[in-house]
Structure formats: structure tokens, C-alpha cells
């Protein structure tokens, strides 16, 4: 596999345009100047020059794109998103592999997208235009380092080795090497099979041969002048999840013989036990009346919202509190096993199966009790790993949970039968994509 040096020509004779019955569109505008900005960089190339390239007019790029600036982020931008989605698809393929395995598929992807995307790669990180793209690059490569930093973890997660901040430290260098070898090979012309087989021996040893000790150095000192956030070592235990949970807006005319808490574990005793859940069984029950949790809840569908998101925080901390693991591991055996939990339950399988419409508008409406409660436990786990673990998550924590809510969502529920589809296994390797961690460890025990 071998890359082409030689500067793309620009021809500063006659400007050939296209049609002007066509109208070009941004990508194909792209597709011209990202040659000429990979090889001659940012500051040695003028807008005349790069329209030549677009072959098109400088008044149609300032029209798309603004100035030089501002046309050289919308390539650096585009060819960013290409290698995020390319090395998140490599990450994909690795999942489960050891570190050697796990090292050849995904340093090698990062070599075939530079023999593939030459320019595009040299305008992420070329000499001549990192400094004006580094930005950029730092949030493509954002869940390659996350994920990364949690195979750090499951690596050397023995003896009682706790890797906090060290792992994502390890993690950027061992990213650095990946692209500094990338680079070298394109800007010297090198052999790219050779130059990735040395890379990934390079990258391999540093993995196996970090030195335990020294990181625990770093994350103790990184945390001395961090006591809200400490990182736990062997003796110390990882902290409780905490979270604010969801639940309907107060209401006058709660009765003293009942709380909220016992009306929501006998509604969930009633919905496990029953064909079809009624009021009048936990009226029944706790002797109040069917007005008061009509108050108290608004409706029926109210009540059993309000007693999921309750049930599935539970299950969240009850799971939660068997792993060993942490960080972005941490999050996804969690996830992994609260999500085969909610599929095996009998009684939500019957739920879907009677009450189409009502089960499936219940769990999944945005605005509803059980996905805001999902959304919430989740977004716990994410801030606790970013807080405790230094664990970096690919996009906002908010967002981020969000879309792991919906996904689960997605793979759980078919909502054109109204069954449960249970594809668990595909979900899990969907919910480490998003997480940055698809290739730190094989599947969660169920």
C-alpha cells in the first residue's frame, strides 16, 4: 500500500467551470480543494487557486463557504467526520479481540484511510495544516482515545489496579504514535505495510508494558487538589449512583396511610401478577381510594409510568452495585445487563402483547416518566465515570444518554408488532459505539 507524494496540479491558465446550468454542491466543491489544501496547506494556496481546483468561480466559494477560512473548516470538518465514522467502524470489528488483535485491525484501518483518503488525511494532520485543524482532529480522534483508555483498563485491571486519569494519559500517547506513524509514512512516501506492522508492534508493547505504579502516581496527584472527586483505590469502594429521579408533580390530598413508595410496589406487584392491571387492585390493597391516585398520578398510565421508571432505577443501582469494572466499561455492563433484565420480564412481554398503543406510547414518549427516568439513570452513570474515572465521553453527557435511551429503546421494543425483540447482543455493540469503547472487552455476562 503505497501513497502518492506528488503535489496535485493546479493549472493557472484558463479556469475551467463547470456549467452553469449545474449547480455545484458543497461536497463536490470539496472533493476540488482538499487536494490542494492536503499538499500545500493553508497558507500556501489563494482562493484563486482553489476555485481553479473547483473548477469553479472564487465568487460561488465565497457564496457556499464565506473566505479561505471558512472553506478550509468545512473540509477539515468533512474529512474529520470521515475518519470518526471510519476508525468507530474499525473499533466495531475489534470488540472482544485481545490487545494484539485489537491493535492490528485498528491501526491498520487508521493506515487504510490515509492510503484511501490521502489528501483528506493530510489535511487533518499534515504539517503544513494541523495547527488549523487541530480542533477538529482532537474531537475526531476524542472516542478512539476513549476507547483506547478502556481497554487500558480491562488490560491491566488486576492485582487491584485502579487506572483513573493515567488510562486516558496512555491512551493519547498511544494514539499519538498510531498517527505519528500514519504521518510519517505518507509524508517520507514509506512502504504502508511495513510502516503499519512496525506501528502496531510499536503500540502493542507500550499497551502490555505499562507501568502500573507510575500510574497510580499520576492519578493520585492529578486528585490531591480534587477532593470532591477522588479516585477509589482497592480499599476504597466506587461511589453509590446517585441521581434525581423522575416523578409526577405533587398533588394535594396524599393520604398518610399510604406513600408514594407503596403505592408504586403494589402497583408493581399487581402488574407482575395479573393478566391486565386495574386500579381497584391497589386500592384495594392499601385501602385508598381510586380518586386520591387519580390525584396523585392523573391516570391509570400515570401510575404504571411512575412505577417503571422507579423499577428500572432500582434494577440500574442493583446492577450497578455487582460490577467491578469501571469507567465506560462500567456504563456498558450495565446497561448490557439491566437491558436483558427488561427483556426476560414476563410481565412487560404481556403488557406489549395486550396493550399495544398504550404500552408502547407509555415507555417511549419523550415527555413520558419511563424514558425521562432512563434518561436520568443513564446520564448518572455517564457524569459518575466522567467525574471519578476521567472518562471522556464522545459528545455532551446529556446528549450521549439520550441517544443510549433511545437506542435501547429501539432494539427492545418493535412497534410494529408490539413484542418485545430482545436483540440485546446487537444493542450492546451499538451502545459501545456511542460510548467510545467498542473495542475494551468482549460481551457483559448476562
Not at 130 to 140: C, G, I, N, S, V
Not at 197 to 206: D, F, G, H, K
Not at 208 to 237: F, G, K, M, Y
Not at 243 to 248: L, T
Amino acid at each position: 500500500m503505497t501513497v502518492s507524494n506528488r503535489e496535485p496540479g493546479v493549472d493557472r491558465g484558463v479556469k475551467r467551470r463547470r456549467s452553469t446550468a449545474v449547480r455545484p454542491t458543497d461536497d463536490s466543491l470539496l472533493d476540488g480543494v482538499v487536494a490542494v489544501f492536503g499538499v500545500r496547506g493553508f497558507d500556501g494556496v489563494t482562493m484563486d487557486e482553489l476555485a481553479v481546483a473547483a473548477e469553479t468561480s472564487k465568487p460561488t466559494l465565497y457564496a457556499h463557504f464565506g473566505g479561505k477560512e471558512q472553506l478550509f473548516e468545512a473540509c477539515a470538518r468533512r474529512e474529520a467526520g470521515r475518519l470518526r465514522g471510519w476508525m468507530l467502524e474499525s473499533y466495531g470489528r475489534a470488540a472482544g479481540l485481545g490487545v494484539r488483535m485489537h491493535t492490528e485491525v485498528t491501526t491498520r484501518a487508521l493506515f487504510e484511510f490515509a492510503a484511501r483518503h490521502d489528501h483528506g488525511f493530510r489535511v487533518l494532520f499534515g504539517s503544513a495544516t494541523r495547527p488549523h485543524a487541530q480542533q477538529l482532529t482532537d474531537e475526531a480522534m476524542a472516542p478512539v482515545i476513549a476507547a483506547i483508555a478502556e481497554l487500558i483498563r480491562v488490560e491491566h485491571h488486576t492485582g487491584g489496579s485502579v487506572w483513573g486519569v493515567s488510562a486516558e494519559f496512555c491512551a493519547a500517547v498511544v494514539a499519538d504514535i498510531a498517527v505519528r506513524g500514519v504521518t510519517q509514512a505518507v509524508e517520507l512516501g514509506l512502504d504502508f505495510d511495513a510502516a503499519a506492522e512496525l506501528t502496531v508492534s510499536m503500540i502493542v508493547a507500550t499497551l502490555r508494558h505499562l507501568d502500573a505504579a507510575a500510574a497510580h502516581r499520576l492519578d493520585q496527584a492529578h486528585t490531591s487538589d480534587r477532593t470532591d472527586s477522588p479516585v477509589p483505590t482497592a480499599e476504597q469502594p466506587y461511589p453509590e449512583l446517585t441521581f434525581a429521579q423522575s416523578s409526577p408533580p405533587e398533588r394535594p390530598g396524599r393520604a398518610p396511610g399510604a406513600t408514594e413508595d407503596q403505592v408504586l410496589d403494589a402497583t408493581l406487584r399487581s402488574f407482575r401478577t395479573t393478566e391486565r392491571f386495574e386500579i381497584a387492585a391497589v386500592t384495594t390493597e392499601l385501602g385508598i381510594s381510586r380518586t386520591t391516585l387519580y390525584r396523585w398520578f392523573g391516570s391509570r398510565e400515570g401510575l404504571l409510568a411512575a412505577a417503571f421508571a422507579r423499577a428500572f432505577a432500582q434494577l440500574v443501582v442493583r446492577v450497578d452495585r455487582r460490577q467491578t469494572s469501571r469507567g465506560a466499561v462500567r456504563i456498558s455492563e450495565v446497561l448490557d445487563q439491566a437491558t436483558r433484565a427488561v427483556a426476560a420480564d414476563p410481565g412487560l412481554r404481556a403488557f406489549l402483547r395486550n396493550e399495544e398503543a398504550t404500552a408502547l406510547r407509555l415507555i417511549t414518549r419523550a415527555d413520558g416518566l419511563v424514558h425521562a427516568g432512563s434518561v436520568a439513570v443513564i446520564e448518572a452513570l455517564i457524569e459518575r465515570a466522567r467525574r471519578v474515572d476521567g472518562y471522556r465521553p464522545p459528545v455532551e453527557t446529556s446528549t450521549l444518554a439520550y441517544a443510549l435511551a433511545r437506542v435501547g429503546e429501539a432494539f427492545l421494543y418493535n412497534d410494529t408488532a408490539a413484542d418485545m425483540r430482545g436483540d440485546v447482543e446487537h444493542l450492546q455493540q451499538v451502545q459501545r459505539l456511542l460510548l467510545g469503547t467498542s473495542g475494551a472487552a468482549g460481551p457483559a455476562s448476562p
